[in-house]
């Protein structure tokens, strides 16, 4: 098929413009630090000290794309397998909220948890889990204006699954960009003024799908973002 061929060509091309793209402003401002610390340019303590502190921040964002590139190559590969538990997410989510807080605090914005008291467990991986709602968090904070809320609900959804809801008062999503939010690196106008590497949803995508659940998004522009993943209650897990 010459136009699915083209198609991944194509995506193939993409892909690696877009690695080039992100990878491309982190190094430009290391080494134009770096010739400057050489060159004897700077010569200032504080003006030194400034240029490392920048080099540092890079050094770290470089750090965090190599990790989001493996983690998602990994996923896609279906090397990575998970560990299953009873888990009970209420107390589960409980723990991404308070990891995030003091992220929000300095947004002045509040995270306004409520959840069903439930006792039914579900069978999953806590730390894909976990890291599977830290993304999502971590999105509604960055993209939310200062001084906002962001709520979260969980409960059960029907008899065998269970639902978590995170809702935002953020900038929103344009309806022809919402099928495009899980492609890696993409990144919405409004949310370019956040940082990130474009591969959170890309990954999380994955780690639901890993856990056999769905999830849905519902935006509107100015006036926030829903999202809402369910997960199935498996036989095993009330047992």
Do not use: C
């Not at 279906?78 to 308070?98: F, Q, R, T, Y």
């Not at 990954?203 to 849905?216: F, N, R, T, W, Y």
């Amino acid at each position: 098929d010459i136009s699915e061929s083209a198609r991944l060509e194509q995506l193939r091309r993409d892909f690696v413009a877009n690695v080039s793209h992100e990878f491309r402003t982190p190094l430009t401002v290391i080494r134009g630090s770096l010739e400057a610390l050489v060159d004897g340019t700077v010569e200032n303590s504080e003006d030194i000290k400034r240029y490392q502190q920048r080099m540092l921040s890079e050094t770290r964002v470089l750090e965090r794309l190599v990790g989001d590139l493996l983690e998602l190559s990994r996923l896609q590969s279906g090397k990575i397998k998970i560990n299953k538990e009873k888990i009970h997410i209420p107390s589960l989510m409980a723990d991404a909220v308070k990891s995030l807080q003091t992220i929000a605090e300095k947004k002045g914005i509040i995270i306004e948890y409520q959840a069903e008291q439930e006792d039914t467990p579900l069978l999953g991986d806590y730390d894909r889990l976990r890291q599977l709602f830290v993304i999502f968090l971590d999105n509604a904070i960055k993209y939310s204006p200062k001084n906002t809320t962001v709520f979260v609900e969980t409960g059960l959804f029907g008899i065998n699954t269970f639902s978590v809801i995170i809702r935002d008062q953020g900038y929103g999503i344009a309806d022809d960009e919402l099928a495009h939010i899980w492609d890696r690196f993409y990144k919405v106008d409004n949310s370019r003024k956040g940082s990130g590497t474009g591969l959170g949803l890309a990954i999380a995508k994955h780690l639901i799908e890993l856990h056999d659940g769905k999830v849905s998004v519902q935006s509107e522009l100015g006036k926030g973002t829903i999202i809402e993943i369910k997960l199935p209650l498996l036989m095993d897990s009330v047992n």
